[in-house]
């Protein structure tokens, strides 16, 4: 991903964190380790992604690889190199390094979709992200 598009998702998901209350249902302390949470929280985490990132940038109808502009579905993809739950432990880490702190669910659902800004989200249609996910 160019520096120049990690900008622009750095811009979007600064701009809109300010004014975002999606995270305003979390209300569960979460006190397991951070690899529990994390897997305990992946179907969440898929539905965040989804919901924060369908409008702006990510609401463009063109395949980021093939640039096909006719699939029925395009789906947001995590790079192969960082997907999603290394993502959400990248953040974890981040905002709660002693395992043994309760942390607030809404912090880490929030801290999880900032730490977006240093790791890219392709826009692929189903077919190349099919592709993409099978590739070694």
């Not at 096909?68 to 993502?87: D, I, L, Y």
């Amino acid at each position: 991903m160019s520096g120049e598009r990690l900008a622009k998702q750095k811009e979007f998901i600064d701009r809109k964190l300010e004014t975002s209350k999606q995270f305003d249902k979390y209300g569960l302390t979460l006190v397991d380790t951070n690899l529990v949470i994390i897997s305990s929280l992946m179907g969440e985490l898929r539905n965040i992604v989804l919901s924060f990132f369908k409008s702006g940038m990510y609401s463009v109808k063109k395949c980021e690889h093939c640039g096909t502009e006719s699939s029925k579905q395009f789906e947001r993809a995590h790079s192969k190199g960082v997907p999603r739950n290394k993502v959400a432990l990248y953040a974890l880490n981040r905002i709660r390094p002693d395992e043994t702190v309760p942390i607030k669910q809404s912090c880490f659902i929030r801290a999880f979709i900032e730490e977006h800004t240093r790791h890219p989200l392709w826009i692929l249609c189903k077919d190349c992200h099919k592709k993409y996910d099978a590739s070694a």
